[in-house]
């Protein structure tokens, strides 16, 4: 069974960094693509970004192009999410997940069913 453990969220004000973390366990990680997603209060989970298994591609939602990073460590069974030029619309518990299944980067179906318990990202005016 895996094991996702989320951190690094906070409260930052806009135009602010944070890096989030991604530990994860029971399970070979370094065989399988990994991915960032976010849910804003009273909105659906949405795509953020997503690593190949050797960190050879990258995808990123349109919106945050330019200002994420997404990396991934396989001898430390981590991945970050590097978020700089933080706006308030980025305000959203974030999620890592682990990509199981063939097909879309981008689609939450495509990941493990569960999920941990996020961490929580604030951007502030």
């Known amino acids: 069974q895996v094991q996702l453990v989320e951190s690094g969220g906070g409260l930052v004000q806009a135009g602010g960094s944070l890096r989030l973390s991604c530990a994860a366990s029971g399970r070979t990680f370094s065989n399988y693509a990994m991915g960032w997603f976010r849910q804003a209060p009273g909105k659906e989970r949405e795509f953020v970004a997503a690593?190949?298994?050797?960190?050879?591609?990258?995808y990123y939602t349109d919106s945050v192009k330019g200002r994420f990073t997404i990396s991934r460590d396989n001898a430390k069974n981590m991945v970050y999410l590097q978020m700089n030029s933080l706006k308030p619309e980025d305000t959203a518990v974030y999620y890592c997940?682990?990509?199981?299944?063939?097909?879309?980067?981008?689609?939450?179906?495509?990941?493990?069913?569960?999920w941990g318990q996020g961490t929580l990202v604030t951007v502030s005016l």
């Open positions: 997940n682990q990509k199981v299944y063939s097909g879309s980067f981008s689609s939450a179906d495509r990941y493990l069913e569960g």
């Open positions: 690593i190949s298994w050797n960190g050879g591609s990258t």
